[in-house]
């Protein structure tokens, strides 16, 4: 750095001279000036700290997710990406180099070079152009459905107790169609009896579930829910020449039901959770996790989806995965889950009103301290693709915050071609494992044949004849098995600690299913 730069910048540099490898975010910004000798990184080996990127809508949070997307498949990191506007597929293709883009690479001392990344494109159910991603019902869990049902924290807990009940009686939960299918036999004549055994699950709940599974079914998003059921060890791909692949989920087509995406990318997570071994602290992450509108997840969220979601973020980071939620305001992620996003890129927030001016305030006391800016001052000065940040040092501690001006994206700023879209889908060798729905026999199935089939009739006895001895002591035994096995039931269904759902097991066709803490169940071998 030249004697010129002052030294409020030269302090500020200093504490993002790594050694390690690292990603270049920017140069530091002073009174409107960028200093191209004070670049402002974030190291690899923290990125499984999780981080946050906020800032006003058209401040840029999209390109800086780009910009840290390319950098992290550039050194082998693979990155999931969640397309809300449909403008992220650009990465898959070299950037269009420009006046504006030669300018700011100039001002951070950036050596721009178009080039874009390995990439996959999924789309929800197969709404939209990409590879179709579902889960299963049973693996997507009683809370997370919960929480795109609308339902409040009886309906949420009754709902686990009717997929307990349909994990002990063998009836496989694979769509909607199949749940449905339970709810409504546990509410008819013949299941009311078995009904009084599921503790704690009346027949008013039951109905309130069965209608807004019906309303769900009826806006379409039976297409996320069956198989063939998404791996999510399909982010963790390289690809030839080592890079990470870059899966985006493009969401334009279900942009109606924001519940149901933000719900479905936590189960992404949760999954992951699951399926991945303990790593520790790694020299980098096995994946980075873009959650963007990441409001939509929080907003009525019960207090044990909230608690779920905290133990989540704050127990993969030990499975090497890091996640970056992506919202307007630090204040629309809970304090709990807040504190354990060591990175920080904070683009503009607008003070126009008191709401404004609190959510500013609010925003300012999660920094560090700053002798060098007025942070509230700056955090409504900062222009498009500039931010405040801080970050972890590799020694575990935060940077001093710096306002940065940050690096432009290398990859195409904007959508995908169609045509390439499809063709990059087409070309795929996922899509011809997930592009065909299956439909398996399952609960509706085995329901179906049950009220299909006619009643047996019972062996007469000729009169007089005494009912032979083997066979009354089996009769016996069997029903001394169904009243132990309903006692048994209605008295694990009754237990309260089963609402948390966090460990809840169950029998389904003689296979044990253990629950993580959303109540997702492991994907089977």
Avoid at 330 to 359: C, E, I, M, S, Y
Wanted: one cysteine or more; charged letters at 25%; aromatic letters at 6%.
């Amino acid at each position: 750095m030249s004697a010129a730069v002052p030294s409020a910048v030269r302090e500020i540099a200093d504490g993002y001279a790594f050694t390690g490898p690292a990603l270049d975010l920017g140069a530091v910004l002073l009174d409107g000036t960028a200093y191209p000798g004070a670049p402002v990184r974030v190291p690899l080996g923290v990125l499984n700290r999780h981080g946050l990127v906020a800032g006003a809508t058209g401040t840029g949070k999209t390109k800086t997710l780009q910009l840290i997307a390319e950098q992290l498949s550039a050194q082998g990191v693979p990155v999931f990406l969640a397309d809300i506007k449909g403008d992220v597929s650009g990465v898959a293709a070299p950037g269009e180099p420009g006046g504006r883009t030669a300018a700011r690479a100039a001002e951070v001392g950036q050596d721009w070079q178009a080039r874009g990344c390995p990439a996959e494109f999924y789309a929800l159910g197969g709404q939209g152009t990409g590879i179709p991603l579902r889960a299963t019902v049973t693996s997507f869990g009683p809370l997370l459905l919960a929480k795109v049902l609308e339902l409040n924290e009886t309906q949420e807990a009754s709902l686990g107790l009717v997929f307990h009940y349909a994990d002990r009686r063998g009836l496989e939960l694979y769509d909607l169609k199949d749940l449905t299918a339970v709810i409504t036999f546990l509410t008819s004549p013949e299941g009311k009896e078995e009904l009084k055994g599921v503790g704690g699950l009346s027949a008013a709940t039951a109905g309130v579930i069965l209608r807004s599974l019906t309303l769900l079914e009826n806006e379409g998003a039976g297409a996320f829910f069956g198989e063939p059921e998404f791996d999510t060890a399909e982010l963790l791909r390289l690809s030839a020449d080592g890079r990470g692949v870059v899966s985006v989920l493009e969401l334009p087509a279900v942009q109606d039901r924001p519940r149901l995406f933000s719900t479905f990318l936590m189960w992404l997570l949760a999954d992951l959770y699951q399926e991945l071994p303990e790593v520790g602290d790694l020299d980098r992450p096995k994946l980075v996790f873009f959650f963007d509108e990441a409001h939509l997840l929080f907003k009525g969220a019960s207090k044990a989806f909230l608690e779920a979601i905290t133990q989540t973020v704050r127990l993969i980071r030990s499975k090497g995965v890091g996640i970056f939620f992506v919202t307007q305001t630090p204040k629309d992620v809970p304090g709990d889950v807040l504190a354990q996003l060591g990175n920080r890129v904070q683009h503009a927030l607008r003070a126009f009103t008191p709401d404004d001016a609190k959510a500013l305030k609010a925003t300012v006391s999660t920094f560090p301290k700053s002798p060098a800016y007025d942070l509230g001052e700056v955090l409504t000065s900062l222009g498009t693709g500039e931010a405040v940040v801080t970050v972890l040092s590799e020694k575990g501690a935060p940077t001093p915050v710096a306002a940065t001006r940050l690096r432009a994206p290398q990859s195409l700023m904007g959508p995908l071609d169609p045509a390439a879209l499809r063709a990059a889908v087409d070309g795929s060798a996922l899509t011809a494992a997930y592009r065909e729905a299956v439909d398996r026999e399952s609960a509706y199935e085995k329901l179906a044949a049950r009220a299909a089939r006619p009643p047996a009739e019972p062996v007469p006895v000729p009169a007089g004849e005494p009912v032979p001895e083997a066979r009354r002591e089996a009769g016996e035994r069997e029903e001394r098995r169904e009243k132990e096995g309903a006692g048994l039931l209605g008295a694990l269904l009754g237990n309260p600690a089963l609402k948390s759902f966090a460990r809840s097991a169950g029998t389904q066709l003689g296979r044990e299913i253990s629950r993580s803490l959303f109540g997702t169940s492991r994907r089977r071998r």
